[in-house]
């Protein structure tokens, strides 16, 4: 399978991107600054390019089984980039033909995820979460076979490997390594039985 992966060079896209390349897949990380991924594949096509650049992503979309994308503003301040990226993705993937999609979200959009986590959500995290349902609006709103996955606290870590889902609820746990959502999402890829769900995920 050939995956197009967006945000290849943060906590969950290294993850992501070990996983794929481990399964066999074909992966197409696309990134502001290739220097960022050392690794050598012979299943790896690095492609250098600008998320907001959605004429320069269907470009290199195209011919892709999915798209997933651990895209985020990293910031904890009011910004349109969120919105602004998932757009740019949505556009991208219209234009290229490609219609599947996995993309993370937040679990502060969870009324169920806990006292901690929705005080936190409208607190010191509001404007992430804002910014996370902006994105979640403009993917829904598309034609796309997309899934999008909340996730709790992520921890850079490859292991453990187990996960636990619920669809449009938090799983009870409150944390999530990268090596389980990576498994998570590379299973999604194959099996498609959250297609155009929202779920929660831990483990």
């Not at 945000?7 to 896209?13: L, P, R, S």
């Not at 269907?58 to 904890?76: E, F, I, P, R």
Request: include cysteine; aromatic fraction near 6%.
């Amino acid at each position: 399978m050939r995956l197009f992966l967006l945000g290849a060079t943060g906590k969950a896209g290294r993850a992501i991107l070990s996983e794929a390349l481990e399964r066999g897949h074909s992966v197409t990380p696309y990134v502001r600054a290739p220097n960022k991924i050392s690794r050598d594949h012979p299943y790896l096509t690095i492609v250098q390019g600008n998320a907001l650049d959605y004429d320069c992503l269907a470009k290199y979309m195209a011919g892709h089984d999915a798209v997933v994308s651990s895209l985020d503003a990293q910031t904890l301040k009011r910004s349109p980039l969120q919105k602004q990226l998932s757009e740019s993705v949505r556009r991208g993937m219209e234009m290229s033909g490609v219609v599947r999609l996995l993309i993370l979200s937040v679990a502060f959009l969870f009324e169920n995820a806990g006292l901690a986590t929705f005080v936190l959500g409208r607190t010191i995290f509001r404007h992430v979460r804002q910014g996370s349902g902006e994105l979640e609006r403009v993917i829904q709103e598309s034609s796309l076979n997309w899934t999008i996955v909340r996730l709790p606290r992520l921890l850079d870590s490859l292991s453990p490997k187990l996960y636990r889902t619920a669809v449009r609820q938090a799983p009870p746990a409150i944390t999530i390594s990268s090596g389980a959502l990576a498994c998570f999402l590379m299973d999604e890829v194959h099996e498609g039985k959250f297609v155009r769900r929202v779920v929660g995920g831990s483990g």
